[in-house]
C-alpha cells in the first residue's frame, strides 16, 4: 500500500464546493473545504493527478511542516529544524513565494526572503556552499502561509499556475481566466448532454474549456512541464502512464458554438481552438448578439459579457437590456448563465434569475446568475414540473452567506495579488494588428494536425508548438495501448501500444531554450 500524504488544492474563492467535488470524483481523500482552497489526503499518483486532471486548482501544494510564529524570527527558526537536504541540491535553484494574513506580519515579501535565508544559511553551516535562487524558473519551488499565528510551509508541486493550460495563443482584452471559466460549466452541471454556446465568447476560454469537460478530457494536455518533475523522487513512468491514460475520455456528440462582434476576437478565438485541436467541436463566427435567433437543438448558453470595468461598450446597459431580450424571445425552453460584476446591469436583463452565484473574477466580487427561459407564468411552469432551484443550486446560493462574511478578503493586498494570478486587469496583451501573421505557413499547420484524433507526445506540449530544429508541428504519438479515440468526425480511428517519450531529448531540447 503506498504511503498517503496531506496536499492543499488552491483555487478562486466560490469554486471551493467545485473543487472538493472534482476531487472526490478523482478519488482523494479526506476532502475538506476551506478558504480559497481544498485540503486532502492522497500519494504520489493522487499529486501527479490532481495537477494533470483538475479543472480548478490554481495550484496543488505538499505541506512539509505546520508551526506557530509570532515573529519574523520564530519563522527563521522554525524553518531551520527542517532538513533540506531532503528537498533541494546544492546544483539545485530554489524560490519562495508567500502568501500572508496576519497583523504581525505585514509584507510576504520580507517573510519570503526570512525562508530563504533560513534554507541559505543551513546548507553554508553544514557544507560551506550554497544553492541558488531563481526567480524565474527555479528547480524547487516553495510556498509559506501564513494566518495570524499559523504557518504551513509547502513544496509547490505545480510550479506555473494551472490555469495556463498550454493551448492560449492569444488574448484578447479582459480574457476569462481558464479555471473560472471552467468553474463556470461544471456549476451549471453540463456536461456534454446538449449544444454550447457562447454568444459573446472572446478568446474562446470557455469554448475551449466546454470542450475539454464534454470529452472528460485531462486540461494540463497542453501543458509543457509540472514543478514535480524536478524532484528527487519524480516517478517518470508513473507519470507517463498517467498522462497516456485516455480511459476515461468519452465522445461528444453534441457542437459547441462562439460567437462576437468583433473580428479580432473572433479571429483570435479560432487560433486558441485549432490549438486545442477541437476545430470538429467548435464553431466560432462573427456575429452580434442583437442578432441570435432560436437554436434548432436543445442548447445552453454561458457567456461573461463586459462588465464595463477594462472593457465597455458604448451603451453598457443597453447590451444588458438586449440580452435579456435576445433571451426572453429567442432562446425559449433553455438555460442561460451569466457572469457579471454590476447590480444595474443585471437588472437591465429584465428577467428573474432561479439562481445567483457568487464568485470573484480576479480582485472583482460577481454574481453568476440562472436565466430559465421558459414560455409562461413561473406558477404555470412549476406546475407543470418544472424545477427552479435543485438542491445542489440552493446549497450553491448559501455560499452567498459566506461571500459577506469575508468582505476582509478585500482589503489584502497578498490575498487580492494571490486572486488576481489572472485577473482582467493583470494580463499582457498582444494585439493581433501587430502580429505579422504568415498565412501560408499557418494554414499548413493546421490542414497537418487536423481535429485532435490522437494525443500529443509530452516532448512537444507547451507554448512553443515547434520544434528548436526543424519547426515541425507537435509530434502525434504511437504505440499507445491498443485504446480506440473517437475520430471527431464521427467515425474511431484505431490507436497502437506506448508512446516512446524520449525524457533525455526534451531536457536537451529545454535546455537549449
Not at 494536425?449 to 526543424?470: E, L, M, P, T, W
Request: aromatic content about 10%.
Amino acid at each position: 500500500m503506498t504511503q498517503e500524504f496531506e496536499l492543499i488544492a488552491k483555487t478562486f474563492m466560490g469554486l471551493e464546493s467545485v473543487l472538493a467535488k472534482e476531487l472526490t470524483q478523482l478519488g482523494a481523500n479526506e476532502v475538506q473545504i476551506g478558504r480559497r482552497m481544498v485540503s486532502f489526503m492522497g500519494d504520489k499518483e493522487m499529486m501527479y493527478r490532481a495537477n494533470f486532471q483538475l479543472h480548478t486548482a490554481i495550484r496543488i501544494l505538499k505541506p512539509i511542516k505546520h508551526f506557530k510564529a509570532l515573529s519574523a524570527d520564530d519563522v527563521y527558526r522554525e524553518v531551520q529544524k527542517i532538513d533540506w537536504s531532503e528537498y533541494i541540491g546544492l546544483d539545485k535553484t530554489f524560490a519562495v513565494d508567500s502568501v500572508v494574513f496576519s497583523e504581525e506580519f505585514r509584507h510576504s515579501k520580507f517573510v519570503a526572503y526570512k525562508v530563504k535565508d533560513a534554507i541559505v544559511d543551513q546548507f553554508r553551516e553544514k557544507t560551506g556552499k550554497r544553492p541558488n535562487i531563481s526567480v524565474a524558473n527555479p528547480d524547487i519551488r516553495l510556498n509559506i502561509h501564513i494566518a495570524e499565528d499559523k504557518c504551513t510551509l509547502s513544496l509547490d508541486s505545480s510550479g506555473e499556475s494551472l490555469h495556463r493550460r498550454g493551448y492560449r495563443q492569444e488574448s484578447v482584452e479582459a480574457p476569462l481566466n481558464e479555471v473560472l471559466a471552467a468553474g463556470m460549466i461544471l456549476m451549471t452541471g453540463w456536461q456534454g448532454e446538449t449544444d454550447f454556446i457562447d454568444p459573446m465568447c472572446g478568446s474562446g476560454t470557455l469554448l475551449v474549456e466546454a470542450a475539454l469537460i464534454a470529452h472528460n478530457m485531462a486540461p494540463g494536455l497542453f501543458r509543457k512541464e509540472y514543478a514535480f518533475e524536478k524532484w528527487p523522487d519524480f516517478d517518470s513512468d508513473l507519470f507517463d502512464r498517467i498522462y497516456n491514460d485516455d480511459s476515461s475520455e468519452r465522445e461528444f456528440t453534441h457542437h459547441i458554438y462562439g460567437y462576437d462582434v468583433d473580428i479580432k476576437a473572433v479571429n483570435t478565438a479560432r487560433l486558441n481552438v485549432r490549438a486545442a485541436g477541437l476545430l470538429n467541436d467548435i464553431t466560432v463566427e462573427e456575429a452580434d448578439f442583437k442578432n441570435f435567433t432560436q437554436p434548432k437543438e436543445k442548447s445552453i448558453i454561458v457567456t461573461n459579457p463586459p462588465y464595463g470595468e477594462r472593457i465597455s461598450t458604448p451603451d453598457l446597459l443597453g447590451t444588458y437590456k438586449m440580452i435579456g431580450e435576445r433571451l426572453k424571445h429567442q432562446f425559449l425552453n433553455n438555460d442561460a448563465w451569466i457572469l457579471s460584476y454590476r447590480e444595474e446591469c443585471f437588472d437591465q436583463i429584465g428577467l428573474k434569475p432561479s439562481i445567483k452565484i457568487p464568485v470573484y473574477n480576479g480582485s472583482l466580487e460577481c454574481e453568476f446568475r440562472k436565466y430559465q427561459i421558459f414560455d409562461g407564468k413561473m406558477k404555470d411552469f412549476r406546475a407543470e414540473g418544472g424545477t427552479v432551484k435543485t438542491d445542489e443550486e440552493k446549497r450553491q446560493m448559501a455560499e452567498k452567506r459566506r461571500f459577506k462574511q469575508n468582505r476582509e478578503f478585500k482589503k489584502r493586498l497578498d490575498e487580492k495579488e494571490e486572486n488576481e494570478e489572472a485577473d482582467i486587469r493583470t494580463f499582457r496583451f498582444r494585439s493581433l494588428e501587430k502580429r505579422e501573421f504568415k498565412g501560408d505557413r499557418r494554414d499548413d499547420r493546421f490542414q497537418k494536425r487536423g481535429g485532435r484524433n490522437d494525443r500529443y507526445s509530452r516532448d512537444d506540449r507547451g507554448d512553443d508548438r515547434y520544434s528548436r530544429d526543424d519547426r515541425k508541428p507537435y509530434r502525434k504519438s504511437e504505440n499507445r495501448g491498443g485504446h480506440e479515440r473517437f475520430d471527431r468526425s464521427g467515425g474511431k480511428k484505431q490507436r497502437g501500444g506506448g508512446r516512446g517519450f524520449d525524457r533525455n531529448k526534451r531536457r536537451l531540447e529545454d535546455d537549449n531554450d
